[in-house]
């Protein structure tokens, strides 16, 4: 848990204006990425597995892996575009995402199983 809340407390560095150095994303589209990863991990997002069952396991160890995902990797459930950004400022995402992180450890905390 500490982990987490360290890489929130760096993101208080990372401005508007930080320029991409690995993909396409705005500061704020990878702010707003997060969210969206961590809503799933908390049972707020659910999406639909789209990958055929004999692929998953060497879909996990890939995950699972050390291994970095292709530079300018295309997500195939978000496609080739950048999604439009839900909040109005990065701050607001920064905030955003501190609190589903909150409530991803609530969700456990309660949730043990």
């Not at 990958?51 to 292709?70: D, G, T, V």
Request: hydrophobic content about 40%; proline content about 8%.
């Amino acid at each position: 848990m500490k982990i987490v809340y360290d890489f929130l407390k760096k993101l208080t560095q990372l401005e508007m204006y930080t320029k991409p150095l690995w993909g396409k994303m705005s500061a704020q589209h990878m702010v707003e990425h997060l969210i969206f990863a961590v809503q799933m991990g908390n049972g707020k997002l659910f999406l639909e597995c789209f990958n055929p069952p004999e692929k998953l396991p060497a879909l996990k160890r890939f995950l699972m892996s050390e291994r970095p995902l292709p530079k300018l990797f295309v997500n195939p459930v978000i496609g080739p575009d950048l999604i439009e950004l839900k909040f109005s400022r990065l701050e607001e995402a920064k905030s955003n995402l501190k609190k589903e992180v909150d409530d991803y450890y609530a969700y456990f905390k309660k949730n043990p199983e």
